[in-house]
């Protein structure tokens, strides 16, 4: 292997993967989009294989090579030209859920096809049957907004106005639909001219062996990472709560790690069937968190590529929680889902690598999504936006409060920017006392966000988890707080969960619910599970936590015997 | 003109690094002394000792690192923090993202104030900038008195909603705590960044409430130091801007000092601009344990207002876009989990140092391999007055090699290369990812050991010319001589083109120009003054900006016009589409104002006088293998002298590799320009 | 996979019952690989080894 050039390649290709996201902050028109930064650029090689990745969302950095393949099982190299570029949302093949689009551009060099420029945005506004994507009582996918196949949006360098047409038809915001693809599109032309630019430097021949080497390169690192950890096979379950359609079941989650040399295979057999409401995941988003999964427990400096994934392999089983059929929902599988389907594993894998995994963090995005008419401009606006949750407690450290899920790594919009731009006033935004699971180290705490709404009427759908079932505490560690979301009619003195206040089967997942001028709406986030025993916690940090106003005296008292004074 | 000495003084990690000139003779010198970290004064007043007449001195720039220290060790004020009621979580909660991906480990930055010290006030405006309620007077009196109780806070913070559309309640709260806490040092949002985004507003108000004792305390004693010795009134310190401000002005805005030394370098690029008519110039200023990068476009520096001190501590003040990465002189080789050579972020510093210091350091670095290659010369670092150990070098690079089955050239030649390449990764971050083509630069090599790869990195980057400026060890200090008072404010007046209220925008730009006059004309800089403006905008719904220059403060239907034809030009050019008859927001006027102070004059160097003489040959390997080259003394080098490579270029404290395809020429003032 | 005969849309899905991975009816590459086991069509031979594997080990757990 030359590994200068290798280092050199991998380096570069990483650099213009940071340029095309670069290209989508600065560009897109979506505060998912500018501000939380959920989308993630890479490049792959012609059979798809991702060859090089930038750090932004990492649910669809591990979603990036199904997809990619997915399409070329359909779309032959044949077909496509100089200047084509490909759209793609499709669940069903390879996809992840129906907000997130895929982009991708053939590199042509000498009329050949060396490869791929992908960019993976979240749209927040897709159609279907609530405003912002988030339709948490869907039973089909028809529900949950236009369905794209592969189609070229982009054909030889022009664009194909006949699926602009279609595609803008059919979605509430267009004109920042548009700003949002244009983006996306940008990043794609960006690394695909800079890659070529790459492949005139090094030669075709050059970088196609040293990108094979990479990737090598990339398992052996991964294979070596996991010949450490003790052979055998490793169960754990959880449940997720509600699909928004029935209110009284549960889902499990079920995995089996089979850990055999270099090799990590998670078997999923005996997970729950799929549900009737959205919670389903595809198997792009069961591929994608035992990526995940795996990548939280091994050495972060292995170069992200389809090498590093090779040693990993999921069994998923049809029409199952974790691999959805066609026609049923899974707008939810990739937010809330995939986080729970990480901390499962990381739950499995806790027996074997007690000091790299957590206990439960949050694992909600919150996903509170809402649509309306601005009485001041007259347009329609839309908006997904998520929130961050407490991690669980660590062998060697607490919880950090108030970060993004596993499977995102996304920001939350300022509040100064969110009131500019939508209808609400933001009332709070505090950390909850005591959402933190107890533990020699405490897991990290949730907050809550006040609104109050301005517009006549706003439409709001929701996507949550952890309304019911708790974070989960590791080694003696005792449960996170649970989320909540609540109402303040206006003119009405008591909260009221959305089941009350709207006859709404679940609390944590349900649609269109109309807000009203003067209604105020709380979004509780949950906290992360504690770690080790409470009994032996440093009993300085209970005093600061008191002090600091993370715990109660109560909580003091009750979980760590700590008395004032 | 009277005779005058200008000084820049540059309190480095190791170094002090003075520079003077002197109008008279028109002579520029320069000189070092060690840093005296616990009291950095003390090597300031060491090295102006050696100065006969400092009675000539007209003015000393001074670039520092108080606060960039105190805020990298933590040794700030103890911070009370005021904020509109419901909002004391904002520092901690922060934008909710993580350093990294798959970092179990990463634990969660701490704001520079402790949660039991954060406050909230009854108050509320609305995004468009109305009263929802009321300031609570009576809270805030409440609030200072529970301060005064608690007698352990040193300074205050204040940051409100939405003060940037209207400060009333933040400059009513800070008029309550001032009269309630006589002599309590207090920063207020709109004062320090009067911009959106509640954390990063936030952040860097409690940044500069929290420097604010320690740099006044620090100031202070400065300025008696130098009043002792006659040029109290001389002195000015380097802003964050790379323009200068009086001590006291400092102190007042102490977070405006957050980055101070490395700004002169940039500084010096863009003299060097003017001076050359080199128009777009990226400067790489390699030191011992890492390299700072920095780009000259159109002879004006990028300024930024996305610094984070630490990761998740943003520090949102206008100041020079320097992107800094952990590669230097003394970055050291390493062979991964997978048998991949690596070069740092570790670095064998100053102390042991390389392995060629021969001071016990073992482990190979770039500075051993360029030794290894030939590139340095053992017997002429830091002009002779270090000799290297080129067997120690040897031997170190020998035991990378045997781990990786190399010969040991072929080794110090891919630890160079990779070297090379993290420094490359540093070039594409200020260039490539800004939309900058390095067709268009001159690459500028400073610090020590800039000059000895500016050959390699022009290769790579793809960057057509190269200069190598005089004294390149010294740029920074150079820089503090040339350049100029200067205040930069910014405010966000966001606005539609749908409903463009031109009065409105014209008020605000009054307002600023005003503002950035007055500020610095109080200290006393009362010159002629010159002013950029700018406004910052984006498609309605985009979320970064584009700037554009503007030619006044009246926004008049003409200049209106021209402003959105202009950001789509702009739009298409910078990111290779436009989207005409969108509507477009403005989002932040801008100001810079300069006070232009006079300028040294650079010294011509005499006329060539045919080919310039090699002083000798030595072995230097290159990627085809070991040449014989000519090595030339940069003294006796004149302008216009040519010089094909290969070839070497010695200095005192540097030394120029050129490789076999270059061509180097020396310019009127010395400059070594190299061509690919 | 099976796709309509003018392409354009999809009449039918197939996915194997082990991995749960798609199986396409255009594709040679997956159709040679594809193994029928007690009337259902696995993606590979090692999927429908790793069913018989997983049902003897949860009938040994359950037992």
């Keep these: ?31 998912i989009f500018n501000e939380a930064l959920d989308f993630t650029c890479g490049l792959t090689d012609m059979k798809g294989d991702m060859i090089a990745v930038a750090d932004y969302c990492p649910a669809q950095i591990g979603g990036m090579p199904l997809l990619v393949k997915s399409c070329l099982k359909e779309i032959s190299l044949a077909e496509l030209e100089e200047g084509d570029i490909i759209l793609h949302n499709d669940p069903y093949r390879g996809g992840l859920h129906t907000p997130e689009h895929t982009f991708f551009k053939p590199i042509f060099v000498d009329g050949e096809i060396m490869g791929f420029a992908v960019a993976i945005g979240h749209i927040a506004e897709v159609g279907g049957m609530a405003p912002g994507g988030f339709c948490g009582e869907a039973t089909e996918i028809f529900q949950e907004g236009i369905r794209i196949p592969p189609v070229k949006i982009v054909k030889g360098g022009k664009d194909n106005i006949e699926v602009w047409k279609l595609l803008l038809a059919n979605v ?5 639909n548009y700003g949002d693809l244009k983006a996306l599109i940008a990043a794609v032309d960006l690394g695909e001219k800079q890659m070529r630019g790459i492949y005139q430097k090094y030669g075709k021949e050059k970088i196609r062996e040293t990108v094979a080497d990479l990737l090598l390169y990339s398992e052996r690192r991964m294979r070596a990472e996991l010949e450490a950890i003790p052979d055998g096979i490793y169960t754990f379950h959880d449940h997720l709560e509600s699909d928004g359609i029935d209110a009284e079941r549960h889902y499990r989650i079920q995995v089996e790690v089979h850990k055999k040399g270099g090799s990590f295979i998670v078997d999923y057999h005996g997970s729950s069937p799929q549900a009737a409401g959205p919670i389903n995941a595809t198997l792009g988003v069961a591929t994608s968190a035992a990526y995940n999964a795996v990548l939280h ?3 972060p400096s292995i170069p992200r590529n389809s090498g590093c994934f090779r040693p990993i392999e999921v069994m998923a089983p049809p029409g199952s929680i974790v691999n959805v059929d066609f026609p049923a929902p899974s707008v939810g599988g990739n937010t809330e889902t995939h986080p729970r389907i990480v901390g499962t594993i990381l739950g499995a894998m806790a027996k074997a690598l007690p000091d790299r995994v957590m206990a439960a963090e949050g694992a909600t995005h919150c996903n509170f999504v809402f649509g309306g008419v601005d009485a001041d401009t007259g347009e329609y606006f839309a908006c997904y936006d998520l929130e961050a949750v407490g991690w669980g407690g660590r062998a060697f450290a607490d919880g950090n409060d108030a970060v993004d899920s596993i499977n995102g790594n996304c920001r939350i919009t300022p509040v100064e920017v969110y009131e500019t731009r939508f209808p609400w006033l933001i009332e709070s935004l505090a950390f909850n006392t005591d959402s933190c699971g107890a533990g020699e180290y405490r897991g990290g705490v949730g907050y809550t966000k006040q609104m109050l709404c301005l517009n006549d009427v706003i439409t ?40 009350e206040a709207y006859g709404k089967p679940s609390t944590s997942r349900y649609s269109n619910v109309a807000i009203r001028k003067g209604d105020r709406v709380q979004l509780v986030t949950p906290g992360g599970g504690g770690y080790g025993d409470p009994a032996k916690r440093d009993p300085e940090a209970v005093a600061r936590d008191l002090r600091e106003g993370y715990i109660s005296a109560a909580a003091a008292a009750k979980h760590y015997g700590h008395q004032e004074g | 003109m009277a005779v005058s000495t200008i000084i820049g003084i540059d309190i480095g990690g190791t170094f002090t690094d003075f520079v003077s000139y002197d109008s008279a003779t028109g002579r520029i010198e320069n000189w070092k002394n060690l840093t005296t970290p616990a009291e950095p004064i003390a090597g300031v007043m060491e090295g102006l000792g050696r100065m006969d007449n400092l009675g000539a001195v007209t003015k000393a720039r001074l670039g520092t690192t108080i606060a960039t220290n105190a805020l990298l060790t933590r040794r700030g004020a103890k911070v009370a923090y005021v904020t509109t009621k419901g909002f004391r979580d904002v520092p901690f909660i922060q934008r909710g993202d993580r350093r990294s991906h798959y970092d179990i480990t990463w634990i969660k930055t701490r704001p520079l104030v402790a949660r039991a010290d954060c406050h909230e006030v009854e108050e509320r405006l609305t995004a468009k900038g109305e009263v929802w309620t009321p300031l609570d007077e009576g809270a805030v009196r409440e609030l200072a008195a529970k301060i005064r109780a608690d007698g352990s806070i040193e300074a205050v913070a204040i940051c409100t909603l939405f003060s940037y559309i209207d400060p009333r309640h933040e400059q009513r709260i800070r008029d309550i705590l001032a009269a309630e806490l006589p002599g309590m040092p207090i920063s207020i949002s709109y004062d320090v960044l009067p911009k959106w985004k509640e954390y990063d507003r936030a952040s860097t108000t409690i940044a500069d409430a929290y420097l604010k004792p320690i740099v006044s305390e620090n100031f202070r004693k400065m300025q008696a130091r130098f009043a002792e010795v006659g040029v109290g009134d001389k002195v000015g310190v380097i802003k964050s801007n790379g323009g200068e401000a009086t001590l006291a002005a400092a102190a007042d805005a102490p977070v405006q000092m957050t980055l101070s030394g490395p700004t002169g370098a940039v500084v010096a690029t863009r003299v060097m601009s003017e001076l050359t008519g080199i128009r777009n110039l990226v400067v790489f200023d390699m030191g011992g344990t890492s390299t700072d990068c920095s780009t000259v476009v159109d002879s004006k520096e990028h300024v930024t207002t996305n610094f984070e001190i630490e990761w998740g501590i943003p520090i949102q003040i206008p100041m020079i876009d320097i992107h800094t990465i952990g590669a230097g002189g003394g970055s050291i080789a390493w062979i991964d989990k997978g048998g991949m050579l690596r070069m740092g ?14 001071r016990g350091g073992q482990d190979a670095t770039v500075t051993d391999a360029n030794v290894v290659l030939g590139r340095i010369s053992p017997g002429n670092f830091l002009g002779g007055k270090m000799r290297l150990d080129a067997d120690a070098a040897h031997a170190a690079v020998a035991r990378v090699a045997q781990k990786l089955g190399m010969e040991v050239d072929a080794c110090a030649h891919a630890m160079v290369q990779i070297a090379n390449n993290n420094m490359l990764g540093a070039l594409r971050a200020v260039l490539l990812q800004r939309g900058l083509d390095p067709r268009d630069f001159t690459l500028v090599a400073s610090g020590g050991a800039g000059p000895v790869h500016v050959c390699d990195l022009m290769d790579i980057a793809g960057i057509p010319q190269a200069l190598v400026p005089n004294y390149p060890g010294q740029f920074s200090a150079f820089g503090f001589i040339m350049t100029d008072a200067r205040v930069d404010r910014h405010r966000t007046v966001q606005q539609i083109s749908k409903f463009f209220d031109g009065d409105r925008a014209t008020k605000a730009m009054t307002e600023l120009v005003e503002g950035a006059i007055e500020e610095l004309k109080s200290q006393g800089y009362t010159q002629r003054i010159e ?16 700037e554009l220059s503007f030619p006044g403060n009246d926004f008049t239907e003409a200049t209106i016009a021209d402003m959105w034809d202009r950001f789509h030009q702009e739009h298409q050019a910078r990111f290779g589409f436009s989207i005409p008859g969108e509507t477009i927001e403005t989002v932040n006027l801008k100001v810079v104002a300069v006070a232009v102070a006079d300028k040294p004059k650079m010294r ?22 070991w040449h014989e080259v000519p090595v030339y003394d940069r003294e006796t080098l004149a302008q216009n002298d040519r010089i094909a490579g290969p070839a070497v270029i010695e200095e005192s404290a540097s030394v120029t590799i050129l490789q076999p395809a270059q061509t180097l020429a020396v310019d009127r003032l010395g400059n070594l320009i190299i061509s690919a | 996979m099976k796709f309509s005969a003018n392409g354009f849309y999809i009449e039918s899905y197939s ?10 009816e255009n594709s040679a590459e997956d159709r040679a690989k594809q193994v029928r086991h007690e009337g259902k069509t696995y993606c590979s031979q090692r999927c429908v080894d790793w069913t018989l594997d997983r049902e003897a080990r949860r009938a040994t757990q359950a037992g």
């Excluded at chain 1, 509430?172 to 920042?176: E, G, S």
């Excluded at chain 2, 403006?533 to 584009?546: T, V």
Aim: proline fraction near 6%.
């Design chain 2, 604 to 625: 011509e160097l005499p006329l060539t006088q045919g080919a310039p003489r090699a002083t000798g040959t030595r072995r230097v390997r290159y990627a085809d293998g």
């Design chain 3, 15 to 24: 996915k194997c019952p082990n991995c749960g991975v798609l199986m396409y």
């Design chain 1, 460 to 499: 709001c759908s929701q996507m949550t988890d952890r309304h019911l079932l708790a974070p989960w505490g590791l080694d003696g560690g005792t449960e996170g707080g649970c989320g909540a979301t609540l109402v303040k009619k206006s003119g009405r003195n008591d909260w009221q969960t959305m089941r």
């Design chain 2, 531 to 546: 002013l950029h403006r700018s406004i910052e905008a984006r498609y309605m719904g985009q979320n970064h900006e584009l």
């Design chain 2, 345 to 358: 972020p570790q670095s064998a510093g100053a102390d042991p140092g390389p392995a060629c210091y021969g």
């Design chain 1, 297 to 299: 427990m091994t050495d």
């Design chain 1, 1 to 31: 292997m030359d590994f200068v050039t290798m280092n050199i390649l991998d380096s570069a290709m990483v650099s213009i993967c940071r340029e095309m996201g670069i290209t989508l902050m600065k560009t897109s028109y979506s505060t």
């Design chain 1, 172 to 176: 509430r915001t267009p004109r920042v």
